[in-house]
């Protein structure tokens, strides 16, 4: 019996390292296409102003614009408790003022978690045209959102923030684990949907 729960152990702490391996590898990846959007990921904003990791990921988006490589952006993020405006608001507010035109920007408002900033995207996208994408996140997050954008049938390509707020080990390996654990999970109910 000991043998069995020793195989088991070994076996998911195998799967748990496998799995931080590939994410962390795999946030070093960007695919250098040229698409219809950006589809920038929501993260915290601070009142009326993006967080560090969210200011991030617009700057990039932003950067993909003014480089040609992405004809529009789409930002996502609903409401957080307590906030006054959407995540996507906020984000488009500030990407307007980096000088995108607001007439590129399109937001969805209502999404929480990185399944439905993807899913709301793709109702977004269809509607204004976009047919192809380019993921725009943390490197560490990336993973497991290009995962979800493939579940939602989005031709879509990665590219993770040059930057990041996450400088630190001691950062990064907190978040590290929670996308392994959320990447596992994600696999997990695949075989359900």
Known sequence: MKRIVLLVVSMVLLAIIYCAVIIWQYGKTSEHVKTDAAIVLGAAIWES?????????IHHAVQLYTNQM????????????????AESEVARDYAIKLGVPADTI????SSRITEENLRNAKVLAEKVGAETFTIVSDPLHMKRAMLLAEQEGLTAYSSPTETTAYTTYKTKIPFL?????????????????
């Open 49 to 57: 102003e993006p967080s560090p990791v969210f200011r991030e990921r």
């Open 70 to 85: 992405v004809e529009s952006i789409i930002f996502t993020g609903g409401q957080g408790d307590g906030d006054i405006l």
């Open 106 to 109: 399109f937001i969805e408002t």
């Open 177 to 193: 684990m929670r996308e392994v654990f959320y990447y596992i999970g994600t696999i997990c109910t695949t075989f359900f949907r």
